[in-house]
């Protein structure tokens, strides 16, 4: 069994383009990659009912969802040959148009990675125990549902 | 049995907390369902998983009294 | 017969970590995004007949280009529901870590941003002409040639 | 007939220049290649483009002189 350790892929509030910059930034001294793939997911302003979503206000199962994430990179790494893979996603309130999830792949060619980032986001959508509160503007709520 | 059971999300607001110690007469899922579903109706409109030690447990698993159970509303990650 | 201006995807030298997280940040504003798919192309310091590339020197047939990359644009908006798309290449030296293709695309539903994605950087490899000289640490080069 | 022909990459290295007026005997794209095989012996050796008018030409395409011909190496691009 693995004995790796379980990455912790939280982080409080948006994640800031500056983290992805920071991120890519990193990446410069690996000089076997050809293509990075990554997907933003980003807080939509939805209309339910007449009303509009102002945040996204998310909360985890977060042991569980780290064992989840941590189960879908050893799959991808399995899947696709990739050079790296990060994960991340926020906690609390994430506003209309700030980015709550960065998931980002390299690899040798560009292939790997866009597989990869495609089955990760998909697997990360299905099967991580993550919960959204949409708050609305008048401070009234739903909870949203990943189809 | 006694069992720890932890809610989240949409389930946690209607129990109005995120964990209780629950008194269980049967060790199977379906009876932990029943029970759950005995204190709080809305919970049969919904579909919810029900996790056992961090995994998603199938229909036929025993329980056991030290398990970390816990009640998951549809995700909503990404 | 589209009369819209033709825009120029070149930019002089690598695209920088701060570029990207730019154009992400311009794109906060939009509320109706769901998701963004990135595709970065990064040089590769391959080993070719015993040497290493130090560098590629990207030119190009600059403004037939610009208009491949323009009909590559119009064929992706057509195809997908997008919201935004951008891209951009580099001209001149491009050292190995550092980054010479950035496409960018968003959309309100990830399927959409993620199949664009993967179309456009199809599509420019394999229509627009701009060439690329494998420079070694020694200074010789070899052309690349796209698979 | 007289062209005025751009040269890229590898092919521009080859002909050692970027651009050149050459005269044709004749308007087709079959005659255009073989005079710059003829001019180029190594160009025969490998797969180019020609672009007429910053489009990928095919074969049947007739020329005239005011066209934009570029004779294009293998593409490299992202």
Redo the contacts between chains.
């Keep these: 069994m693995s004995e790796k350790k379980i990455k912790n892929v939280f982080v409080q509030g948006p994640i800031t ?2 983290k ?3 991120s ?2 990193h ?19 939805d209309e339910i009912g007449g009303k509009m979503v102002r945040a ?1 206000d ?4 977060q ?3 780290n ?1 989840a994430m941590h189960d879908i990179r050893e799959a991808a790494f399995s899947k696709f040959d990739l050079t790296c893979m990060h994960i991340y ?1 926020s906690l609390g309130e994430v506003k ?6 960065f998931v980002f792949t ?1 690899s ?1 060619h ?1 292939k790997e ?2 597989d990869a ?2 089955f990760i ?1 998909e697997e ?10 949409e708050v609305f503007e008048d401070e009234t709520h739903v ?4 189809k | 049995m006694k069992l720890n059971v932890k809610y989240f999300g949409l389930i946690a607001e209607w129990m109005g907390r995120s964990e209780e110690q629950i008194d269980l007469w049967e060790n199977s899922i379906a009876a932990l369902r029943q029970q759950l579903e005995t204190n709080c109706r809305r919970l049969s409109n919904i579909t919810y998983q029900v996790a056992v030690n961090q995994k998603i447990a199938s229909e036929e698993l025993e329980l056991s009294e030290n398990d970390e159970v816990a009640i998951l509303p549809p995700f909503a990650g990404g």
Tied chains: 1, 3.
Excluded at chain 1, 58 to 61: E, G, L, P, R, V
Excluded at chain 1, 96 to 101: D, N, P, R
Aim: proline fraction near 3%; include cysteine.
């Design positions: 383009p500056e992805i910059a920071t890519i930034a990446h410069q001294v690996k000089t076997n990659i050809g293509g990075h793939d990554i997907f933003l997911g980003q807080v939509r302003a996204i998310y909360s985890a199962y042991d569980m969802a064992q996603h209309a148009g700030e980015i709550c999830l390299s040798v560009r990675c866009f980032t495609r986001v990360i959508k299905a099967n991580a125990p993550i919960f959204g509160k909870w949203k549902e990943n």
